[in-house]
C-alpha cells in the first residue's frame, strides 16, 4: 500500500519473472482484476455490516476502490523483446487493426529489467535491493561483481535474505558462509562479512 499521511494512495503489486513470459501482459491483468474483485468483495462486507445492502448496484454510489497499479521485475539475462501490452499478443493487422483498435483495451505491462539498469538508476535504491540491482547490472562483469563484494560499504539492514537472494542468482557458495556470518544481525556491510569469513578460513 503507497500511503501519504496515513491514506491509502495506491496498490502496489511486484511480480518476480526470472524468464520471459509471452502471455505477461494477461496474467498482469488477471492481478488486477483480482486485487479489484478482492475490494469490492471487501466493500460488499463492511456495507453488509452497516446494514446497507445494494443488490444489482453490488457496492454504494459513493463508495470507491484504491488504484492498483503492477510492475513485473525482470531478473533475466536475454533481452525482454516479447509482448508489453495486450494489442501485442492480438493476431490483427492492416485495416481490421485500425477499425477495431478503438474499441480494445489495450493493457500495457510496467516492465523493470534489473539487468539493464544504468548505475545512476541503481543508485536511486536506498534499501538493501540496492545491492541485488547493482549485483544484476554486473551479471556479467566479474570484476564489478568483486567490487560489490569486497569494496562495498554500504549497511545491510536485513543480511540473511539478501545473501540468500544473491546466492540464488550466482549459486557463489561465499553467500551461503556470509549468510552464517550475519545471523543475528541487524546492520552490517558485506565486506564486514567476508573479511570474518576470510579469517575464519
Sequence with gaps: RFKKEGIVIAMIQAENQA???N?????D???IYANYKEQIKEQKKKN???GKRYFTREIGDEDRLEPVITFVLYYGKEEWKRPLSLLDMLDLEGEEKKKLEPFLLNHQLHLISLTNQDKETTEKYKSDFWHVATYLSARNDRKKREQLVRETQRHIRHPEELMDVLYAFSEDERYLEMKEEAKGKEDTTMCEML????RRG
Aim: hydrophobic residues 40%; charged residues 30%; aromatic residues 6%.
Design 19 to 21: 524468464g520471459i513470459c
Design 23 to 27: 502471455t505477461m501482459p494477461v496474467r
Design 29 to 31: 491483468l488477471g492481478y
Design 195 to 198: 573479511d570474518e569469513v576470510e
Design 48 to 50: 453488509a455490516a452497516e
